[in-house]
């Protein structure tokens, strides 16, 4: 099976192992040595997803939304998204120089072309611009694709920019 993710990037830290324990319980439902992961590997669920995916036995896919993507990052976040890029099985980097708006939504379809499902870790908000979580999973929906939404009671998020 081929799973995308989309999500938000500020969780706090109890959300986040939240968030870890359910995305582990969907993967085992699904027999995580048959799994492909795909993701761009933001801070957030992105990387929650990939550790996963990768710690289940599973193999990751990777979308790299632009050239200047990993600067855009914070510092812990690039560790982890270099370490995790690292370990993919595939790397795919779109062409646009610096990361946007209109990268992400590209780097997202992208992902949807390639999946059979869609875990997306939010809240159920509007998009709050182009690319964002809410986008994908409208996106996936209008596919009709599976699209299973996370958001465990009495989660949070950290309220910093966020998609």
Same mark, same amino acid.
């Given at each position: 099976?081929?799973?995308?993710?989309?999500?938000?990037?500020?969780?706090?830290?109890?959300?986040?192992?939240?968030?870890?324990?359910?995305?582990?319980?969907?993967?085992?439902?699904?027999?995580?040595?048959?799994?492909?992961?795909?993701?761009?590997?933001?801070?957030?669920?992105?990387?929650?997803? $990939? !550790? +996963?995916?990768?710690? *289940?036995?599973? /193999?990751?896919?990777?979308?790299? #939304?632009?050239?200047?993507?990993? =600067?855009? &990052?914070?510092?812990?976040?690039?560790?982890?998204?270099?370490?995790?890029? $690292? !370990? +993919?099985?595939?790397? *795919?980097?779109? /062409?646009?120089?610096?990361?946007? #708006?209109?990268?992400?939504?590209? =780097?997202? &379809?992208?992902?949807?072309?390639?999946?059979?499902?869609?875990?997306?870790?939010?809240?159920?908000?509007?998009?709050?611009?182009?690319?964002?979580?809410?986008?994908?999973?409208?996106?996936?929906?209008?596919?009709?694709?599976?699209?299973?939404?996370?958001?465990?009671?009495?989660?949070?998020?950290?309220?910093?920019?966020?998609?």
């Amino acid at each position: 099976m081929r799973i995308a993710i989309t999500g938000h990037r500020d969780l706090d830290e109890t959300t986040t192992a939240r968030v870890d324990a359910a995305i582990r319980e969907l993967l085992r439902d699904h027999g995580t040595r048959d799994i492909v992961g795909v993701s761009c590997l933001a801070d957030g669920a992105d990387q929650i997803f $990939a !550790r +996963a995916v990768l710690e *289940l036995g599973g /193999r990751l896919e990777v979308i790299v #939304p632009a050239t200047g993507y990993a =600067a855009a &990052l914070g510092a812990r976040a690039r560790r982890g998204f270099e370490e995790l890029k $690292a !370990r +993919a099985a595939v790397v *795919l980097p779109l /062409r646009h120089p610096r990361p946007g #708006p209109g990268p992400y939504r590209e =780097a997202g &379809l992208a992902m949807l072309a390639r999946v059979d499902r869609l875990i997306a870790v939010w809240d159920g908000a509007p998009a709050r611009g182009r690319g964002g979580t809410a986008e994908v999973v409208e996106y996936a929906r209008r596919q009709k694709m599976d699209v299973q939404v996370i958001w465990p009671a009495g989660a949070t998020r950290t309220g910093a920019p966020a998609t």
